[in-house]
């Protein structure tokens, strides 16, 4: 069929600065500026909280860049991070840390409503709260090397944008992690190595370790440095090009320590609970709440390297863990092993996809953990099941709390009721919500 040229629409937007007040927060704690006019759209906005009166920039069709506080709330705080304003990284910090929890709490109450969750009041137990700062025990950092000028840039990208803001400390971090960077950055900071940069991340549980996320090959004098500097600063250093990960030092292992003493090992890349106090804490609310018995069956969706699942099999017959990626899978499998478990079965999945055939024998309780779209394949799974195949009780942890009600409203509806539901302190200083829920069996 014959083509022709067909002139790109002319689409101009005209940039504006408005004033308003702020109507309310959205799930991402940005401010909801409604439009005056039916021609205005409604917008969305970091930085303000409701009823302050903003002058804002409009941004394409729904956004809005906050340029000025006319009349500030009385929740309204100075944002104790000096690379707040420019930083992407956390979005919250103008408010206090009680106030975006009650904010946490009030989106996920709103959003269980709009998706008919029938629990109603909702069983709220007490958060798990985090110290407010120095709480990650991983960071990813970005980097470009400015030819120009020489320079080396290592920082967080700023708010919707491609831009590197250098940062010296980062205030929610383990203050070791930015001390590696800074430590190492006059290795980095030559042509040879930082052109050949993609990311760093860094890591501390009980020692730190660097990884070096490179583009393309660094020549064998900067890994001999590299070598001294892991062996001079006792920090392991792991390179990663997009086929492999590897450490620069042979003895290499990192693991953090589970809630029974149980040694979790990883390798960088592998899923890690940023906040390792409340990982603890959270893993020991899972075990409360499931109450799992030496007869009791169980499966762990979305198991990652076991986080949840050593614990389980502390206290159950037997545990089976499905997770997608085949590294962690094998990493669960052996985590169980070197901690003496033999009852786990490690099986990897794609839980989009999986059949009740591949689960095999039915489960007394199921745990579920999955990434912020949710559980929607585990839930289709659980509707196929016969009701005497279901399990008891279901505890779900989840890092999105729209994915999580959904989710929470199609299990009520295959016969469970929500006993128990609370928010853990995961992300402070960030918009980002992390909830647990109780269902249990009532059909
Ligand atoms: C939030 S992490 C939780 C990991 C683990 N439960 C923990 O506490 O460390 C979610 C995990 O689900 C896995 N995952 C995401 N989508 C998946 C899918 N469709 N099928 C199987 N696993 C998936 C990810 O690889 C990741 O390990």
């Known amino acids: 069929m014959a083509q022709f040229f067909k002139p790109k629409k002319h689409t101009k937007t005209v940039t504006k600065v408005l004033t308003a007040t702020v109507a309310a927060l959205d799930h991402q704690a940005r401010a909801v500026v409604r439009g005056q ?22 941004d394409g069709k729904n956004g809005g860049l906050l340029q000025r506080v006319m009349n500030a709330s009385p929740e309204r705080r100075p944002p104790p991070c000096q690379y707040y304003q420019q930083c992407g990284g956390c979005d919250f910090q103008h408010a206090d840390e009680a106030y975006q929890l009650r904010h946490k709490q009030t989106v996920v109450t709103q959003l269980f409503n709009k998706f008919g969750v029938s629990a109603d009041p909702l069983p709220w137990q007490p958060a798990l709260l985090s110290e407010p700062n120095r709480y990650r025990r991983r960071v990813r950092l970005a980097t470009r090397w400015l030819g120009k000028e020489q320079r080396l840039i290592v920082g967080f990208r700023a708010a919707q944008s491609h831009q590197i803001v250098p940062i ?5 971090a383990d203050q070791v992690l930015l001390q590696v960077v800074n430590t190492l950055y006059p290795l980095l900071n030559v042509a040879a190595v930082a052109s050949q940069l993609g990311h760093i991340e860094v890591i501390n549980v009980n020692k730190p370790l660097v990884l070096l996320r490179l583009t393309g090959r660094l020549e064998d004098t900067v890994i001999a440095q590299l070598r001294d ?11 990663q090009n997009d086929t492999e990960t590897w450490s620069l030092n042979p003895a290499a292992t990192a693991f953090d320590t589970s809630i029974d003493g149980d040694k979790l090992y990883f390798q960088p890349g592998d899923f890690l609970q940023v906040n390792g106090s409340v990982n603890q804490r959270m893993v020991e609310q899972a075990m409360n709440w499931l109450q799992p018995t030496k007869t009791q069956r169980v499966i762990d969706f979305f198991a990652g390297i076991g986080n949840f699942s050593l614990p389980l099999a502390r206290r159950c017959k037997a545990v089976v863990t499905v997770e997608g990626v085949a590294r962690m899978a094998q990493q669960t499998h052996e985590n169980a092993q070197l901690n003496g478990l033999d009852n786990v079965t490690a099986l990897t999945a794609d839980l989009n996809q999986i059949t009740v055939a591949e689960l095999g024998e039915a489960a007394d309780l199921w745990c579920l953990d999955p990434a912020r779209p949710g559980a929607e394949g585990v839930v289709r799974l659980l509707q196929k099941l016969a009701p005497q195949q ?7 942890v989840s890092c999105a709390a729209d994915t999580l009600a959904r989710d929470v409203a199609a299990i009520e509806q295959a016969g469970y009721r929500l006993t128990r539901i609370g928010t853990v302190d995961m992300f402070p200083q960030t918009h980002h919500i992390e909830t647990m829920v109780c269902l249990e069996r009532v059909a």
């Open 37 to 58: 006019t039916r021609q205005q759209q409604t917008r969305f906005i970091s930085g303000a909280l409701p009823d302050e009166v903003i002058q804002f920039k409009t």
């Open 168 to 172: 010296a400390d980062c205030l929610v």
């Open 229 to 239: 500097w892991q062996t001079t600063h006792k920090v392991d250093v792991w390179l």
């Open 390 to 396: 279901r399990p008891q009780k279901i505890l779900y």
